[in-house]
């Protein structure tokens, strides 16, 4: 199982990023698919999640309306469509297999989003 993620940089406060999560190794279409962050010298936070056929999404509050999950399960790709975005949005910004009720069994390397003037 592999789960790499792409799409992080520098960004201004309003600004806009797109993450991809590039899945392998597995049946990606079969499972569900969960973004989590970490911010500087804070825990893990959750982000969002997405069901295995991409039907449906959820959100922490924080990030509902400007935020969005979605995935390509023919080309075995996570997304994360992030608007507005704010400086406490800054995180390294991890894509896992799984759903929070059952735990994360797989985790990609990360990618660093630095929302800053």
């Known amino acids: 199982v592999q789960l790499v993620e792409s799409g992080g940089g520098l960004v201004q406060p309003g600004g806009s990023l797109r993450l991809s999560c590039a899945a392998s190794?597995?049946?990606?279409?079969?499972?569900?698919m969960t973004w989590v962050r970490q911010a500087p010298g804070k825990g893990l936070e959750w982000v969002s999640s997405i069901n295995s056929g991409g039907s449906s999404t959820y959100y922490a509050d924080s990030m509902k309306g400007r935020f969005t999950i979605s995935r390509d399960n023919a080309k075995n790709t996570l997304y994360l469509q992030m608007n507005s975005l704010k400086s406490e949005d800054t995180a390294l910004y991890y894509c896992a297999r799984g759903a929070s009720s059952e735990g994360y069994d797989y985790w990609g390397q990360g990618t660093q989003v630095t929302v800053s003037s």
């Open positions: 190794g597995f049946t990606f279409s079969s499972y569900f």
